[in-house]
């Protein structure tokens, strides 16, 4: 394989490491905030910190993909650790070739579903496990203040494909039989081969949109959490009378839905909706805490062991696997199973459903979950989120009935209603989620909230 020459001159005390280094991830924008100095530091980085031999790397299609790749493995194999390309990529691919093989880590060059100007890194560790804030901010220090001198004998970089098992595994789920005619919207990035390839193994009618690999020109945001980026697949489920919608984000890790209505499904009511499935004996299922408390009342009335976890999958993944956990789902559509490697699997989600809807069209199997009224997700850009934090908490602490958490930001729960405030790990903002028992407590309750932010 042929690698470009790379000077690596750069001044780290110039780049804004600071503000690429997320919770969960690595992401900025190229080539202002992240660059191809930077990835090369950074394959170094991890093959220093845990003395690497092997190491997975997939990406996705963005332009910068390319040249962030190929200085990472730059990096890599200048410390003699070899590499294991499998190419453009799903992230939730990636996990399972990760999974499957024996290296001592991987990386996913992506920047999921951001505009195409980001790209960024998902760093995992042998056996999937992806690296916590603490573990990122000492690859960040190395990154910004160690000489790390090279090895006198290079890696190896090789290619492989660890798709044959993935999608059996996959498959082994589907029990439907009668055909189903869905519409697939996988928003001009990575999704659109592996879905095609799964869904050409089932009996399936299946209608693709903005199915070209185009970040650059994409039709609309990568992120099937905004009802705005489902307007296309709403029309179309509408206009060829489909029994489901399904949408995915920039590197398939997430999945939304929109029924035979054309209506978009919270995803919240997805893991409610799942974990009914799966409790068919007594396990554990995980949701974050901006959850529909109708997920956790559908695990205890099935004898589930319910638990309540931080919002981000490096939480999600470690709480998982910290109580054995066999499921867990976010309200930002990510979905994790113990099968495959504690990670998401979105097809397998997608199978699941389509074994429902065999039987009764999808808006009947979601409307006994529909229990409560709550707002999308709202976001804020303010100045000081901790301090709106903080003076918030202190207004609520002193009313009756509040019971209250900051375990992740804020959480205010009262009988009938509840919100949770927390700032978001990829992005400058301030997230506000509220349900409540009626749509008139709910719009009253945001208004109330909102202004407190404001």
């Known amino acids: 394989m042929r690698l470009m020459k790379l000077d690596w001159k750069t001044n780290m005390e110039d780049v804004k490491l600071d503000k690429i280094f997320k919770a969960c991830d690595i992401r900025g924008v190229y080539p202002t905030e992240l660059n191809k100095e930077i990835s090369y530091k950074l394959g170094q980085a991890i093959v220093d910190k845990y003395k690497c031999k092997t190491l997975i790397v997939g990406r996705d299609k963005r332009k910068s993909s390319p040249v962030l790749f190929k200085a990472l ?8 650790c070899d590499v294991i390309d499998i190419g453009y990529t799903t992230t939730p691919l990636f996990y399972h070739s990760l999974g499957e093989s024996k290296a001592d880590g991987g990386v996913m060059i992506t920047a999921s579903h951001n505009p195409s100007r980001f790209n960024g890194f998902k760093i995992n560790l042998k056996g999937v496990i992806p690296l916590n804030t603490e573990q990122l901010l000492e690859i960040k220090e190395i990154v910004k203040t160690k000489s790390i001198r090279k090895s006198k004998k ?3 970089v090789t290619k492989k494909d660890f798709s044959t098992n ?15 005619k869905i519409v697939v919207d996988t928003s001009n990035a990575m999704s659109y081969p592996v879905v095609k390839k799964l869904l050409s193994k089932l009996p399936v009618k299946s209608y693709f949109i903005n199915q070209k690999i185009d970040f650059e020109h994409a039709k609309h945001e990568a992120n099937p959490l905004k009802i705005e980026t ?4 709403q ?17 398939g890790d997430r999945i939304g839905f929109v029924d035979e209505k054309g209506k978009v499904i919270s995803l919240d009511l997805i893991t409610a909706v799942i974990s009914k499935e799966l409790l068919t004996k007594k396990i554990k299922i995980i949701s974050d805490l901006r959850s529909s408390k109708i997920v956790k009342e559908v695990v205890l009335e099935n004898n589930g062991v319910f638990v309540e976890s931080m919002v981000g999958h490096t939480y999600i993944k470690r709480k998982m696997r910290e109580i054995n956990a066999v499921f867990a789902g976010e309200v930002s559509g990510h979905y994790y199973f113990s099968e495959f490697y504690f990670s998401e699997c979105p097809l397998l989600v997608l199978v699941m459903i389509l074994n429902l809807i065999e039987k009764q069209p999808f808006s009947n199997i979601i409307k006994p979950f529909k229990k409560y009224f709550r707002t999308e997700e709202i976001n804020f850009r303010v100045l000081n989120a901790d301090k709106k934090i903080r003076r918030i908490k202190q207004i609520y602490s002193r009313l009756p009935n509040a019971k209250i958490s900051t375990k992740d930001g804020l959480k205010v729960e009262y009988r009938d209603w509840w ?16 349900e409540a028992d009626t749509k008139l ?8 909230v909102s202004d407190l932010i404001y």
């Open 73 to 80: 493995v730059e990096g890599v194999i200048s410390l003699g």
């Open 154 to 156: 290079k890696g190896r």
């Open 166 to 180: 993935y999608f059996e595994k996959i498959l082994k789920y589907a029990k439907f039989k009668k055909k189903i």
């Open 230 to 233: 489902l307007k296309d697949l």
């Open 235 to 251: 029309k179309e489920v509408l206009l060829k009378k489909a029994d489901l919608g399904i949408c995915f984000d920039g590197d």
């Open 419 to 434: 919100f949770s405030l927390r700032k978001s790990n990829t992005e400058d903002l301030l997230r506000l989620n509220l």
């Open 441 to 448: 407590l709910m719009k009253e309750k945001q208004k109330e």
